[in-house]
């Protein structure tokens, strides 16, 4: 059972928080196992030819699997309420409804049809430039990352990384531990921090660094679609 005050606790620090054991080893195997599966995908994007890093993914197409529908709802009524304070803590206007199904309704009606779940594959020597994953003019603040393979032993290497560029100060990195099943949620693009000025805004990216061997597989969960 996710303790969501936790996660809330963790984010407001750190500026991302683990959920230990979303998935089972059988649903992470299931899960990663859905990359053979061609029909189930909108797109496949290889890295390299874009200057993302290198490695591979695939976007899923709607319907999503039933398993990662299920999951996508269900995480997020409990992100929606966060991404409410912070929006607030901001000074920013907008507020998310706490049903998925009526956010992904205001998606559309603005144009971003496209689901945004995705797959990714990294072998020996892959990587994931720091980016955030926008997508559209509407973007709801937080995602999930979910690592389905086991370090140390379907891969070495390949940590997931976060960056903060705080104003006018160097940037803090944060490289983040995950075993197979964790979750790691983290800002699509700003957080606020608590200065001793009052709140302040920071941009936020996330990477994965070079895998040395092996091969890993993480499934990612936006909550807002693609135009």
Not at 134 to 151: D, H
Request: hydrophobic content about 40%; charged content about 20%.
């Amino acid at each position: 059972m996710t303790d969501w005050s936790e996660v809330a606790q963790a984010l407001d620090a750190f500026g991302c928080a683990v959920i230990p054991g979303l998935l089972s080893v059988k649903d992470c195997a299931a899960a990663a196992a859905l990359y053979e599966r061609p029909s189930l995908f909108r797109s496949r994007v290889v890295m390299e030819r874009h200057g993302f890093g290198r490695g591979e993914y695939q976007y899923f197409a709607y319907p999503l699997p039933a398993p990662l529908a299920a999951l996508r709802t269900e995480l997020y009524p409990p992100l929606a309420a966060i991404a409410n304070r912070w929006q607030a803590a901001l000074g920013l206007d907008t507020r998310f409804p706490s049903e998925h199904a009526d956010y992904l309704a205001r998606c559309h009606a603005a144009g971003q049809l496209r689901p945004t779940p995705l797959l990714l594959r990294y072998r020996a020597g892959d990587y994931n430039c720091l980016h955030q994953d926008l997508y559209g003019e509407l973007v709801f603040p937080l995602q999930v990352a979910v690592l389905l393979s086991r370090p140390g032993e379907d891969f070495e290497g390949g940590e997931f990384v976060l960056t903060e560029q705080r104003p006018r100060m160097q940037s803090r990195a944060e490289v983040v531990p995950l075993t197979q099943g964790d979750a790691v949620v983290f800002p699509v693009n700003q957080r606020p921090v608590q200065g001793t000025r009052g709140v302040y805004r920071v941009a936020m990216r996330h990477g994965v660094s070079r895998l040395r061997s092996g091969t890993r597989h993480t499934l990612g969960i936006i909550f807002h679609d693609a135009t």
